[in-house]
C-alpha cells in the first residue's frame, strides 16, 4: 500500500500566495484601482496587512498590463520604544523605493485624549492628514491601504449597531478633498489568509507602541461575534461581504436611493407630509357625520 505524501508547507504556502494574488488581481480589475503610469503610495504601518499588501502588489506589478510604480511610505509617530531602523532594512533589503515621515502625533494623542480612552480615532486621522500632505506634495495618483475583507464587514457593523448607517469601507474611495484616489487592494482578502501568509514570509512586524495595538470596544465585540457565527457557520463572513456588493435600493427604505414617492404615484398631488403628520398627532380618524335615522 503507497503512503499518502508528507504535508509540504512549501505547496501551502505557493497555493496561498497565488489564491491572494487571484483575490487582488480581481479587485484591482473590478473596480479599476489601478491604471497606466500610476504612481501608487503604498501605505506602511508595519503590521501584517501592509507588509502582506506590499508583497502581493510587487508580485503583480511584474506581470501587470500596465506600468505601475510602488513607493512605500511609513510614517515615523514618535512613540515610545520606536525602532526606526526595521522598517528601512526590510524595505532596503527587497529593493523598494520608500520614505519614512516624521510626525510627533503620539504626545498629541497622549495630550488630548483622556487616560483610558481610545487613541485611535485621533491617531489615525493625524496620521491620514500627514499622509495625504506628503502624497499630494509627491504626485502620488493612488494611495494603497491595507484593509481587508474582514475589516470591510466589521466597519459595516459598527456603523449598523452604533451609527444607524449602512456604510462600510469601499475597496476604491475618492477622499473628502476630492484630491486622492483611495484603494484596498486587499478588499477581497480574508483576514486568517493574511496572518498565515504573514507568519510564513516572517515578515519583522511592528507593534503599535502609541496605545499597545488597543482597539475599540466596540470593534472587538464585532470581531466576536463574527469569529462566532463563522465558527458556527463557516463562509458567513463572506457571504455577508458579497452582499455588499449587491445592494438592492428598493428592498430598502432609503428615500435618496430609490424614488419611492414616485413609485405608483396618483395624478393628483399627494398631501404633504405636514398634513399627514398633523392627522396623527390629533389622535384619532377624520370625523364622520352620523347620519340621522328616522324614528316612527
Not at 76 to 91: C, K
Request: hydrophobic residues 40%; neutral net charge.
Amino acid at each position: 500500500m503507497s503512503l499518502a505524501p508528507e504535508h509540504d508547507p512549501r505547496l501551502e504556502q505557493n497555493k496561498l500566495r497565488k489564491r491572494l494574488c487571484h483575490q487582488v488581481g480581481q479587485a484591482i480589475a473590478d473596480f479599476q484601482m489601478i491604471g497606466e503610469g500610476d504612481r501608487i503610495m503604498v501605505c506602511m504601518s508595519g503590521g501584517k496587512d501592509s507588509y502582506s499588501m506590499l508583497d502581493i502588489l510587487r508580485h503583480l506589478q511584474a506581470k501587470a498590463p500596465v506600468t505601475f510604480e510602488l513607493h512605500a511610505v511609513h510614517l515615523d509617530q514618535m512613540q515610545p520604544d520606536y525602532d526606526p531602523t526595521i522598517l528601512p532594512q526590510y524595505l532596503q533589503s527587497i529593493g523598494v523605493p520608500f520614505t519614512i515621515l516624521q510626525q510627533d502625533t503620539y504626545s498629541v494623542v497622549k495630550r488630548v485624549v483622556p487616560e483610558g480612552k481610545t487613541m485611535c480615532g485621533l491617531c489615525s486621522r493625524m496620521r491620514r492628514g500627514a499622509l495625504y500632505s506628503f502624497a499630494e506634495r509627491e504626485g502620488f495618483t493612488r494611495i494603497a491601504l491595507g484593509h481587508h475583507r474582514d475589516d470591510i464587514v466589521e466597519t459595516m457593523f459598527l456603523n449598523l449597531f452604533y451609527h444607524s448607517r449602512l456604510s462600510a469601507m469601499p475597496p476604491k474611495l475618492q477622499s473628502d478633498d476630492g484630491k486622492h484616489i483611495l484603494i484596498r487592494p486587499l478588499a477581497y482578502c480574508a483576514e486568517a489568509d493574511i496572518e498565515t501568509y504573514a507568519a510564513c514570509q516572517g515578515y519583522p512586524i511592528m507593534p503599535c507602541n502609541l496605545c499597545g495595538s488597543q482597539e475599540t470596544l466596540q470593534r472587538k465585540a464585532i470581531k466576536a461575534m463574527l469569529g462566532e457565527w463563522e465558527r458556527k457557520t463557516p463562509g458567513r463572513v463572506d457571504n455577508i461581504f458579497r452582499a455588499l456588493a449587491d445592494v438592492r435600493p428598493s428592498q430598502l427604505a432609503d428615500r435618496n436611493l430609490f424614488d419611492f414617492v414616485g413609485l405608483g404615484a396618483h395624478s393628483r398631488p399627494s398631501p404633504l407630509a405636514s398634513a399627514w403628520l398633523a392627522a396623527a398627532q390629533s389622535g384619532g380618524a377624520r370625523p364622520f357625520p352620523i347620519p340621522v335615522v328616522a324614528v316612527d
